[in-house]
């Protein structure tokens, strides 16, 4: 990919616990240009979030990246100590958490949060920081910025505080920004609106977007690229029209078909992938989506498939699929 703006290469995560020591990401590969918006699709504890916190340098204590790369515009993230992420998280990279109401302060008022991070990166006096917070405010459609920018985040509804959380992350102009589920919790209607505001603000200011999701309307919406994960590797990567036109993975197939479309009959069971992501400390031998999978072969429960290039921009981790079919 040219002119590759973040590159992660075999991220590997473990956890302490009282079973011992876990794998939670098993080698992550995935990569994002400047101003492209990459996709991570999968279920819950597929390791979509915890790719954005290890990227991040923010995992919980019990977590410890082992090994791999994360190349930020020429950096290796995982060498730098602390002071040297701080000066580029909230700068050069932002993050929208999936929960605004536990991610923002309850304590402080919305402006002093946007201003905060304006002041410290940016170096602006108070009353610049201030000017620029209530033109971010507006920017993203909050009405009245001058009283919410006073306001306390319960004093707001779910949307607006998901769009004070844009804001935020805009605060600084970053070159990249990772959006974790950001219309979870929040109606359709208020989630269309946040979907375009996105989509707006990532074609007018030029960012680099990763946006994770288990919903496949989100990735149609926004995504150019996108990487489906499943126990903490990805398993399928293409372009988003070519993962809808010709799906790869069983596991891909599974989420694309347990969809809801406007063009399925109205009344119909989706078809559900049996079984659950397993727990991290309890990952099957092989590859691990063997034991839900209808395509399995006798070499997947013995070897882990890796990410093999099949077409023009497709890559898939499958023995059953490509030269192994």
């Known amino acids: 990919m040219t002119d590759t703006l973040l590159s992660i290469r075999n991220l590997q995560v473990e956890f302490r616990s009282s079973k011992g020591t876990v794998s939670a990401l098993r080698g992550v590969d995935l990569s994002i240009a400047r101003g492209e918006c990459l996709g991570l699709v999968g279920e819950s504890g597929s390791g979509k979030s915890l790719t954005a916190l290890a990227t991040m340098g923010l995992l919980p ?9 994360v190349s930020f515009d020429g950096r290796n993230l995982l060498q730098l100590d602390r002071r040297g992420l701080d000066g580029i998280r909230g700068k050069d990279i932002a993050m929208i958490f999936q929960e605004p109401m536990t991610a923002l302060n309850p304590v402080m008022t919305v402006g002093r949060q946007i201003t905060a991070p304006i002041i ?46 844009i804001a935020m992350a805009l605060s600084c102009e970053p070159k990249l920004v990772i959006a974790d589920e950001p219309t979870t ?7 269309a609106q946040v979907l375009e505001l996105l989509r707006g603000l990532q074609e007018e200011m030029k960012l680099a977007v990763i946006i994770i ?27 988003v029209v070519d993962l809808f036109d010709r799906t790869m993975h069983p596991y891909s197939m599974g989420l694309l078909g347990s969809t809801p479309s406007l063009e399925s009959p109205l009344v119909r069971r989706l078809p559900a992938i049996g079984g659950a992501v397993p727990h ?44 192994h079919g």
């Open 61 to 69: 204590e019990a977590g410890q990246v082992v090994g791999g790369e």
């Open 120 to 165: 410290r990166h940016l170096k602006l006096s108070e009353a610049a920081a201030r000017s620029r917070a209530l033109d971010l405010l507006a920017r993203v459609g909050i009405p009245d910025p001058v009283a919410r920018f006073k306001a306390y985040p319960h004093e707001l509804s779910g949307g607006m505080r998901q769009r004070v959380m």
């Open 185 to 191: 919790a929040l109606d359709v209607t208020i989630q």
């Open 213 to 239: 999701t288990h919903d496949f309307g989100v990735i149609a919406e926004l995504a150019q690229r996108v990487c489906v994960m499943y126990c903490g590797k990805v398993v399928e990567e293409a372009e």
């Open 280 to 323: 991290i400390s309890e990952t099957p031998p092989g590859c691990a989506f063997n034991p839900r999978c209808g395509e399995r072969l006798v070499v997947c429960d013995k070897q882990i498939p890796v990410l093999e290039s099949i077409g023009r921009s497709q890559r898939v981790a499958c023995w059953a699929r490509g030269d």
